[in-house]
């Protein structure tokens, strides 16, 4: 019998029109493994949280993030990191996707982490606080590997296309062990 189909929701914390960490995620769906679909999320228009506007009703994207991460096998988030913490988009959209109804969205789902940046320590601490966050979510965080990728502007073409080839071993190693860690969580029949 063929394996059921993985299906990822993915999402960048940065919403420049040349993010390295969307470019990131194009990368990661380009070397993922066979099975594996993997939609990338637009949050431009997802507003900062705000507990009024919530009480009004969920505004249209927020109501879709929520969906598309009740609706992953697995979620795969790319964050950059600024001032040595989270940025506001990253933390926002896990914020948005913690609240009713009731289990939340992040309630017992995979998630795997990356991120890029173009200095030296490659999202390490912003990886770091992410995890803690879904932890305290109850969502089912990757242990490894974990994928920090310095030196970001080295690492495109002009179209952003990852071409570093360690960087693409390295995802394609990352994107198979997320596969097999959604796996792990899809019952005998797979998504239900
Ligand atoms: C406010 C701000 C703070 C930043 N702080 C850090 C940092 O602490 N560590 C780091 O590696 N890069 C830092 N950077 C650089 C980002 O990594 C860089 O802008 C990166 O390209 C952002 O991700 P993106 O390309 O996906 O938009 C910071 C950038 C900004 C705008």
């Known amino acids: 019998m063929s394996e059921p189909r993985?299906?990822?929701a993915g999402f960048a914390g940065s919403l420049r029109a040349g993010s390295f960490n969307r470019a990131m995620l194009r990368a990661a769906r380009e070397h993922a493994p066979d099975g594996v679909d993997l939609d990338i999320l637009d949050l431009t228009d997802v507003p900062?949280?705000?507990g009024d506007v919530e009480a009004a009703g969920d505004p249209?994207?927020?109501t879709r993030l929520k969906a598309a991460v009740h609706g992953a096998d697995l979620v795969l988030i790319a964050t950059p990191e600024y001032n040595f913490g989270v940025p506001a988009v990253t933390k926002n959209a896990i914020d948005w996707a913690s609240r009713p109804p009731r289990p939340h969205a992040w309630d017992g789902k995979p998630v795997a982490v990356m991120g890029t940046s173009p200095g030296r320590f490659g999202t390490v601490n912003a990886q770091r606080v992410v995890r803690q966050s879904l932890t305290?979510?109850?969502a089912y965080v990757?242990?490894?590997?974990?994928?920090v990728i310095p030196g970001a502007s080295g690492l495109f073409d002009?179209?952003?296309r990852l071409v570093d080839p360690p960087t693409i071993e390295r995802m394609t190693k990352f994107m198979a062990a997320a596969a097999g860690w959604a796996r792990r969580f899809l019952g005998p029949g797979g998504a239900e």
Do not use: S
């Open 158 to 160: 002009d179209d952003l």
């Open 136 to 138: 305290h979510l109850n």
């Open 142 to 147: 990757l242990p490894q590997p974990m994928i």
């Open 48 to 50: 900062i949280y705000n």
């Open 60 to 62: 249209e994207p927020v």
């Open 6 to 8: 993985i299906r990822m």
